[in-house]
């Protein structure tokens, strides 16, 4: 089967504070985005890659970069949308009319494990539609006025959602389709496959496909990479 993934680095980053966007931020002398393409160029699955950035950034990415994304499946860098569902459609839009399995990835994810985009693309072929999550371990508290807690939520049942994301061409097609002129704002891709009505499975992964937010992540991943 013929599996396209897009890559979304189009957000502000403003949580990261500085004057470079968060992709382009340098973890052991290369930037975040790159060492997250690598992960993908290197999987024999994966037939396409989108590259969804800032438009502000593609100029500069490609007198940059050129050369290093040549070497690797890139098949178009586009603009991002307004809003992370936007960016996404703008990729879908460009993806391979024959891929079959699309897998939406943040940029910003550069540890993403090769036998996890495998474990997606499998779990996809079986059911559908499948994210990669990793089990929460804290004890979590839902929290009312004056910061008084109302309860305390069975963690067992709880999982906290990563990327890659991975459907079927078809499906993810259509839900786009239907929801691409809605004001709700989805935080994730298979918030949006949910509310279609169609299931969506998880596929357990580890705690150190972190995305980079904070520069405390920055030396986090530099510590995990440099293992």
């Known amino acids: 089967m013929k599996v396209s993934v897009i890559l979304v680095g189009a957000g502000l980053g403003l949580r990261m504070g500085g004057a470079i966007k968060k992709p382009f931020l340098q973890i052991h002398g290369k930037p975040i985005f790159l060492h997250t393409i690598e992960r993908f160029a290197q999987n024999d699955k994966i037939g396409e890659i989108i590259l969804v950035v800032g438009e502000s950034e593609i100029k500069s ?25 936007d960016s996404v459609y703008n990729g879908l839009c460009q993806v391979s009319s024959d891929a079959e399995i699309i897998l939406i990835h943040d940029i910003v994810r550069p540890l993403v494990r090769n036998e996890h985009i495998n ?109």
């Open 119 to 227: 474990a997606v693309i499998a779990k996809v072929k079986e059911s559908g539609a499948a994210i990669l999550a990793a089990p929460m371990k804290a004890t979590v508290k839902e929290v009312g006025d004056n910061f008084r807690i109302q309860r305390t939520i069975p963690r067992n049942t709880l999982w906290m959602a990563q990327t890659p994301q991975g459907f079927e061409s078809k499906l993810i097609l259509k839900v786009f389709s239907q929801f691409k002129n809605s004001d709700i704002e989805f935080t994730d891709d298979a918030q949006m496959v949910e509310k279609a009505g169609y299931p969506v499975y998880i596929v357990p992964g580890t705690d150190e496909n972190i995305k980079i937010t904070t520069p405390e992540d920055i030396r986090l991943a530099e510590a995990l990479l440099g293992q």
């Open 61 to 85: 990415l490609r007198d940059t970069w050129q050369n290093a994304l040549d070497t690797y499946k890139i098949k178009k860098i586009i603009p991002g949308g307004k809003r992370r569902q």
